[in-house]
T-cell receptor
Framework: NAGVTQTPKFRVLKTGQSMTLLCAQD?????MYWYRQDPGMGLRLIHY???????AKGEVPDGYNVSRLKKQNFLLGLESAAPSQTSVYFC???????????FGPGTRLTVL | AQSVTQLGSHVSVSEGALVLLRCNYS??????LFWYVQYPNQGLQLLLK??????LVKGINGFEAEFKKSETSFHLTKPSAHMSDAAEYFC????????????FGSGTRLSIRP
């Protein structure tokens, strides 16, 4: 039981490049989330999903897209990376509404 | 919309001393409240959760938090700090505008002095 895994762990992009971050969970959770963590700002919700095939915008969705084609996977895409997207990205999953969230280890992204 | 305020971005205590991390929330209805801990270079993990069953909630690693409705507070305490408690701590509250979401505070970094 791996819990929540994130791929890759580190990535460096140039401005304008695109990439996809993969989150996978093996706990059969319905809810999945993408956050970004920046110093002094806590965690801010980018997008989330309440089930397979659904997605919704969070607090800071601009510049990101997501897809949840399979229940166990939640993909976060950056179509044209900007230096302001330099951050640590965390994925989380939860079995129920208002439930405890289980976090992945994070992806550290640098955009030059 | 709900919000969470953590007083003090950095708290430093001596090993063996009391740990007190402060959290205040804004809501007219008692929400679900959480404390999460993040060790260096790791994701967050749950310390404890308040669900209205009891105002004093015990968590892992000797931590506990007390819900005080009159003060809209949910402060985290530990009687005796250990070096391994050095980490960043986040208070969080359920967002009632969308029950699927949790709102996190900005975090408090706890340092332990030998």
């Amino acid at each position: 039981n791996a819990g929540v895994t994130q791929t890759p762990k580190f990535r460096v992009l140039k401005t304008g490049q695109s990439m996809t971050l993969l989150c996978a969970q093996d706990m059969n959770h319905e809810y999945m989330y993408w956050y970004r963590q920046d110093p002094g700002m806590g965690l801010r919700l980018i997008h989330y999903s309440v089930g397979e095939g659904t997605t919704a915008k969070g607090e800071v969705p601009d510049g990101y897209n997501v897809s949840r084609l399979k229940k166990q996977n939640f993909l976060l895409g950056l179509e044209s990376a900007a230096p302001s997207q330099t951050s640590v990205y965390f994925c989380a999953s939860s079995p129920v509404r208002q439930g405890i969230q289980f976090f992945g280890p994070g992806t550290r992204l640098t955009v030059l | 919309a709900q919000s969470v305020t953590q007083l003090g971005s950095h708290v430093s205590v001596s090993e063996g001393a009391l740990v007190l991390l402060r959290c205040n929330y804004s809501s007219s209805v008692p929400p679900y409240l959480f404390w999460y801990v993040q060790y260096p270079n790791q994701g967050l993990q749950l310390l404890l959760k308040y669900t209205s069953a009891a105002t004093l909630v015990k968590g892992i690693n000797g931590f506990e938090a007390e819900f005080k409705k009159s003060e809209t507070s949910f402060h985290l305490t530990k009687p005796s700090a250990h070096m391994s408690d050095a980490a960043e701590y986040f208070c969080a509250v359920t967002d009632y505008s969308s029950a699927s979401k949790i709102i996190f505070g900005s975090g408090t970094r706890l340092s332990i002095r030998p």
